[in-house]
């Protein structure tokens, strides 16, 4: 049972524009809700992470957007850069914990 | 060190034999977790140690997985009897804090990869 859904499974974008991932759970209980980004060869590393008391969290060019009742959250990368290509990953956990169920990432592409 | 150390980063394995894999976490991280990346997915929980308590052992997929972290700083992973489908990467990650949160951010290794014949 897949209880963190992510798509899409890839994604191509143009240098300077917006990149949009977005994940579904399943799991009312989950309280904590990060994003991981991971290059080739690479650890995954926290980029950003949102509790659902809020609608939004900005971080410089990355932006999770959460909605609660429809138990969807995704992550927007504004002004997106070649250097932004790699695999990102959403998570979710319960009590704030850090044993993550994570969905099974998206590939992104930015074109120079 | 500055971050999650792994090793060996790249082991390759007959099946049926034993491997070991060893994490060094960062200096004074309380919290040590576990967790297996098969090609292409997301990583899946294996367990987690709090000092050198193994307090979740949930996610290990069979009884021929074992970890352990005696002195409550380097952990092992061991494979017993290895199988073709214990090949993935296996990635260690520790925090400072059990809670996730400002101070509990989750840190990762750069994991080591296992390839069974």
């Known amino acids: 049972q897949q209880q963190v859904k992510q798509s899409p499974q890839s994604l191509i974008v143009q240098k300077g524009g917006i990149s949009i991932i977005n994940c579904a759970y399943e799991?009312?209980?989950?309280?904590?809700f990060p994003w991981y980004q991971q290059f080739p060869g690479k650890g995954p590393a926290l980029l950003i992470a949102i509790r659902p008391d809020v609608s939004e969290k900005k971080e410089g060019r990355f932006t999770i957007s959460f909605n609660k009742s429809a138990k969807q959250f995704s992550l927007h990368i504004m002004d997106s850069q070649p250097g932004d290509s790699a695999t990102y990953f959403c998570?979710?956990?319960?009590?704030?914990?850090?044993?993550?169920?994570f969905g099974t990432g998206t590939r992104l592409l930015v074109s120079p | 060190g500055a971050g999650v150390s792994q090793s060996p980063r790249y082991k390759v394995a007959k099946r049926g034999q034993d491997v070991a894999l060893r994490c060094d976490p960062i200096s004074g991280h309380v919290s040590l977790f576990w967790y297996q990346q098969a090609l292409g997915q997301g990583p899946e929980f294996l367990t987690y140690f709090q000092n050198e308590a193994q307090l979740d052992k949930s996610g290990l997929p069979s009884d021929r997985f074992f970890a352990e972290r005696p002195e409550g700083s380097v952990s092992t992973l061991k494979i017993q009897r290895t199988q073709q489908e214990d090949s993935a990467v296996y990635l260690c990650?520790?925090?400072?804090?059990?809670?996730?949160?400002?101070?509990?951010?989750?840190?990762f290794g750069e994991g080591s990869r296992l390839t069974v014949l």
């Open positions: 998570a979710a956990s319960k009590g704030g914990f850090q044993k993550l169920v």
């Open positions: 990650a520790s925090s400072l804090r059990r809670l996730a949160g400002a101070t509990g951010e989750l840190f």
């Open positions: 799991n009312t209980a989950f309280d904590y």
